[in-house]
């Protein structure tokens, strides 16, 4: 089951009615004294339906779930379609420079903040969630990628796991670089990251930057899973195709 609602999301051109879209396993409404994992996803529009995604094609969530009977709620709300690069700014932990678009200013951080301290605290208050941070989970890809990469490290005390797939870490690797660092990161921190063979060059120096970001998340003792996809590409339909390795790294229980 899928619900949708409107929720006011602060953005940069002040305040923005979303979609929010939240999945609930089918058990949820026969075992009413179950609590469930929650997965926050990043771009919502696209994560369950073909008819809001941006291209057409989502990332066909809901049949997946519902295919391998998982026990987990995945929260997530749409992101910005402001033609001033909205999006681009919201998912940017840091400012940087594009050499098409100029400067991005980087507002990653409060878009975090919101979700962690609004949009959280309502599903949890709405939800039979698992609140606490073994059981909360970040994941999305591109600029998504990027921002659930950044939200497990600055938020790691919120965070157990993240999935980043195809994230865009060229965007300002150095900065990046300098959080994994200086991060005091959780024994238990499960990071999968991702990208696709068919776009790891689509950036000059990304496939050396995915390689050092792999070795400085292994050097935090993190259990990283780090994969070039065989013919992979930055779309969907490819994304959709890595949900059986994300699903089972974020639920895996030994």
Known sequence: MVKRWKV???????????TAYIYLPESYEYNPDRRYPVLYMFD?????????????KCWGMKEYLDYTNTQL?????????????????????????????????????ETMEWLIHTFKKEIDGQY????DREHTFIAGSSMGGLMSLYAVLEYNSVF???AALSPSIWTNFSRLETLVKKSN?????????????????????MQTQFEKMSLLLLEKKVFLTSRIVPFGNHCEASWEK?????????????
């Open 160 to 162: 157990s796991k993240a």
């Open 185 to 205: 990161l959780e024994t238990d921190t499960v990071i999968y990251m991702d990208y696709g063979s068919r776009e790891i060059r689509f950036h000059r120096e």
């Open 44 to 56: 919502g529009h696209n994560v369950f339906f073909d008819s809001d995604a941006t291209y057409g």
């Open 128 to 131: 039979r969630t698992l609140s």
């Open 242 to 254: 890595q949900l059986p390795f994300v699903i089972h790294t974020l639920t895996y229980e030994p």
């Open 73 to 109: 709620i995945v929260a997530a709300v749409e992101c910005s379609h402001d033609p001033d690069n909205g999006r681009l700014k919201e998912y940017s932990p840091y400012s940087f420079l594009d050499p098409k678009l100029g400067k991005i200013e980087g507002l990653g951080r």
């Open 8 to 18: 006011m999301f602060p953005a940069q051109t002040g305040p923005d009615e979303r």
